[in-house]
């Protein structure tokens, strides 16, 4: 069966400090993926997507970055972490006929 | 931009039919309707989509009008689990096109 994997489930981390989270998907092949940011009281904002390895879109200008170094894994990033960065951080795979699915998400808090 | 319009809340006593309308009106004809929820703190959940004539699937039933400028999700006997936000996106049925999602409609299931 098809299952994606999203991790750490929560994370507090320090102004200008990095980040990566990690997804991963399993069961298929050449996935579509993306990275989705929800704020607090805020609606879902697309971020990146990728529709294969090292083919990544970005669809916010920001302090954050995203690689796909193997088919099934996508990693969101940032070298330094602003207040603003604070949401749930959400990774999804087209499954094209049961629509997206998404991963259980991170919950980042910038302190 | 939105694509679509959908009123910030509803209430829905518990065990009676839940209307969802979606105005859509710019749509185009290759473009689907799909529906998602998603309950607190948890990713967005996959609930129908369709092109034209109307669907039903084990969770909701899908009711497009005639002109494609408008939609209804239908959850027919609603229960208190069926409390979220609920998202009506219109989109190219391709995993090229990412899925870009507006406010939706927070739904209250009410004892």
């Known amino acids: 069966s098809q299952t994606i994997h999203q991790w750490p489930a929560t994370l507090v981390q320090p102004v200008g400090s990095p980040l990566s989270l990690e997804c991963t998907v399993e069961g298929t092949s050449n996935p579509n993926l993306y990275w989705y940011r929800q704020a607090a009281g805020r609606g879902l904002q697309l971020l990146f997507y990728?529709?294969?390895?090292?083919?990544i879109s970005s669809e916010v200008p920001q302090n954050l970055s995203a690689s796909r170094p193997q088919d099934r894994q996508f990693i969101l990033s940032s070298k330094k972490l602003l207040l603003s960065d604070s949401g749930f951080y959400l990774c999804?795979?087209?499954?094209?006929?049961?629509?997206?699915?998404f991963g259980s998400g991170t919950r980042l808090t910038v302190v | 931009d939105a694509k679509t319009t959908q009123p910030p809340s509803m209430d829905c006593a518990e065990g009676r039919a839940a209307n969802l309308p979606c105005n859509h009106s710019?749509?185009?004809?290759?473009?689907?309707v799909y529906w998602y929820r998603q309950i607190h703190s948890q990713g967005p959940q996959y609930i129908i989509h369709?092109?034209?004539n109307n669907e039903t699937n084990e969770m909701a039933s899908l009711i497009i009008t005639e002109d494609r400028k408008s939609s209804t999700l239908i959850l027919p006997h609603a229960t208190l689990r069926d409390t979220a936000v609920y998202y009506c996106i219109v989109s190219l049925h391709s995993g090229n096109t990412p899925l870009v999602f507006g406010k939706g409609t927070r739904l209250s299931v009410i004892a």
């Open positions: 999804a795979w087209n499954g094209l006929r049961y629509g997206y699915t």
């Open positions: 990728s529709i294969g390895i090292d083919q």
């Open positions: 710019t749509i185009s004809g290759n473009e689907y």
């Open positions: 369709g092109l034209k």
